[in-house]
C-alpha cells in the first residue's frame, strides 16, 4: 500500500523545545515538500527537496529545518526560533522522473505549542 | 509573480444541485493549475489538472474544472452535488520559474446540504 505518513497526528510541545515531525513515503518520489496550515491561508511552503542530500528555503523557512538523507524520509524540526508554531504541518512528495506535477499529501502533524 | 485567488470562503449547495467553486489565478506564462480537496484533520487529495489541452478538465468524483485564459479562471464545477462532497476546496498553480514552488489559495469550505 504505497502512499506517505506523517507521525505524530497530534503532537504537544512546551515553549522553548525543538520538535520533529516524521514524513516517509514509499513512493519512490523525487521531489518532497513541507506546508505549514493555518486557518483561512491555505498551505506555505517551508522546504522543499528535490533529490537526496539537497534541500531548498521555501516562503516561510524561518525557525524550521530540515534534512534529506534518504530518498524517502524528509523530517522536519521545529525549533525553538519559530515565533508561531502552532499549526498544521503537511508533507508532500512529487514523481518529478515521470514529469509529475501533482503533489501527494500525507495525512498531516497537528503541532501544538504553548 | 504567481498567485491564486479564491473568491468565496464559503458556498452552500443542495443535495443533487450543480455545484462551482470559483478560482483566479495571476501569472506569467502557460499556467499549470491544480484542485484538491481536504477532509477534515487530513491531507490533501488531488481531484483534477489543467496542463495544456481541452479546457474542460475531468477528475476524480465526477469534479471537473474549466480553464479560461480570457478570463483567468479555473473553477471548479460538478454537474449533481452531494452530501459526501463537503470538504474543503484549494485552488494551485505551479511557478512557471521554479517546478517546486506551488502556490495555493486560501481554500473554499464547500457545504452540501441534504
Known amino acids: 500500500d504505497g502512499g506517505i505518513t506523517q507521525s505524530p497526528k497530534y503532537l504537544f510541545r512546551k515553549e522553548g523545545q525543538n520538535v520533529t515531525l516524521s514524513c516517509e513515503q514509499n513512493?519512490?518520489?523525487?521531489?518532497m515538500y513541507w506546508y505549514r496550515q493555518d486557518p483561512g491561508q491555505g498551505l506555505r511552503l517551508i522546504y522543499y527537496s528535490q533529490i537526496v542530500n539537497d534541500f531548498q528555503k521555501g516562503d516561510i523557512a524561518e525557525g524550521y529545518s530540515v534534512s534529506r538523507e534518504k530518498k524517502e524520509s524528509f523530517p522536519l524540526t521545529v525549533t525553538s526560533a519559530q515565533k508561531n508554531p502552532t499549526a498544521f504541518y503537511l508533507c508532500?512528495?512529487?514523481?518529478?522522473?515521470?514529469?509529475?506535477?501533482?503533489?501527494?499529501f500525507g495525512p498531516g502533524t497537528r503541532l501544538t505549542v504553548t | 509573480a504567481q498567485s491564486v485567488a479564491q473568491p468565496e470562503d464559503q458556498v452552500n449547495v443542495a443535495e443533487g444541485n450543480p455545484l462551482t467553486v470559483k478560482c483566479t489565478y495571476s501569472?506569467?506564462?502557460?499556467?499549470?493549475l491544480f484542485w484538491y480537496v481536504q477532509y477534515p484533520n487530513r491531507g490533501l487529495q488531488f481531484l483534477l489538472k489543467y496542463i495544456t489541452g481541452d479546457n474542460l478538465v475531468k477528475g476524480s468524483y465526477g469534479f471537473e474544472a474549466e480553464f479560461n485564459k480570457s478570463q483567468t479562471s479555473f473553477h471548479l464545477k460538478k454537474p449533481s452535488a452531494l452530501v459526501s462532497d463537503s470538504a474543503l476546496y484549494f485552488c494551485a498553480v505551479r511557478a512557471v520559474y521554479n517546478f517546486n514552488k506551488f502556490y495555493f489559495g486560501s481554500g473554499t469550505k464547500l457545504n452540501v446540504k441534504p
Open positions: 513512493l519512490n518520489h523525487d521531489a
Open positions: 501569472v506569467s506564462g502557460n499556467p499549470y
Open positions: 508532500a512528495s512529487r514523481d518529478t522522473g515521470r514529469g509529475g506535477h501533482e503533489q501527494y
